[in-house]
T-cell receptor
Framework: GAVVSQHPSRVICKSGTSVKIECRSL??????MFWYRQFPKKSLMLMATSNEGSKATYEQGVEKDKFLINHASLTLSTLTVTSAHPEDSSFYIC???????????????FGDGTRLSIL | AQRVTQPEKLLSVFKGAPVELKCNYSYSGSPELFWYVQYSRQRLQLLLRHISRESIKGFTADLNKGETSFHLKKPFAQEEDSAMYYCALSFKAAGNKLTFGGGTRVLVKP
């Protein structure tokens, strides 16, 4: 159990395009999901915490208007990179926290990631 | 702010040799420490967490609060252990957000 599906796995698009990435928990409910960004040969960097039914919490330095997060249901969070530019090219990874509360001490379950390339 | 440091970017060992991946953290409270592993072409997955105090795939890790370390060890490395390993920290006050170390690539040679 605890499968997280991320779609699409790869996106190549022109500069100025908005790109939506989906993160789904397939066999469990996830009140909280997380979005990470990973640069080549670097570690994962948390971008934001996605909370079902409320606004996402962004980490310092992450533009809210650039990276729109929607968590409309207990099994789906979306990250939309608006008006993407080449510097937004990166590997984006989501994770879902199993359990109903953020203090439930449950580990995060990760998606496969989405490689975004902006030309 | 909390921080996780993995000093080794690459560890290369021969099959059957012991392997130890170092992880040091800085956080003033009581964190929860994890080791995540990413095998080639696979997603990141939890290997073990300090509160479980268990051995997974022969790996163990002990939290040393005095040294603020959570080193990962395996006495006899296998070729299938070749992967990227990330040490991570979380704490309840921050909603269990994970802070990752830079990662260590382990290569087990036959």
């Amino acid at each position: 159990g605890a499968v997280v599906s991320q779609h699409p796995s790869r996106v190549i698009c022109k500069s100025g395009t908005s790109v939506k990435i989906e993160c789904r928990s397939l066999d469990f409910q996830a009140t909280t999901m997380f979005w990470y960004r990973q640069f080549p040969k670097k570690s994962l960097m948390l971008m934001a915490t996605s909370n079902e039914g409320s606004k996402a919490t962004y980490e310092q330095g992450v533009e809210k208007d650039k990276f729109l997060i929607n968590h409309a249901s207990l099994t789906l969070s979306t990250l939309t990179v608006t008006s993407a530019h080449p510097e937004d090219s990166s590997f984006y990874i989501c994770s879902a926290l199993r359990g109903g509360r953020v203090d439930s001490n449950q580990p995060q379950h990760f998606g496969d990631g989405t490689r975004l390339s902006i030309l | 702010a909390q921080r996780v440091t993995q000093p080794e970017k690459l560890l290369s060992v021969f099959k059957g040799a012991p392997v130890e991946l170092k992880c040091n953290y800085s956080y003033s409270g009581s964190p929860e420490l994890f080791w995540y592993v990413q095998y080639s072409r696979q997603r990141l997955q939890l290997l073990l967490r300090h509160i479980s105090r268990e051995s997974i795939k022969g790996f163990t890790a002990d939290l040393n609060k005095g040294e603020t370390s959570f080193h990962l060890k395996k006495p006899f490395a296998q070729e299938e252990d070749s992967a990227m390993y990330y040490c991570a920290l979380s704490f309840k006050a921050a909603g269990n957000k994970l802070t990752f170390g830079g990662g260590t690539r382990v290569l087990v040679k036959p």
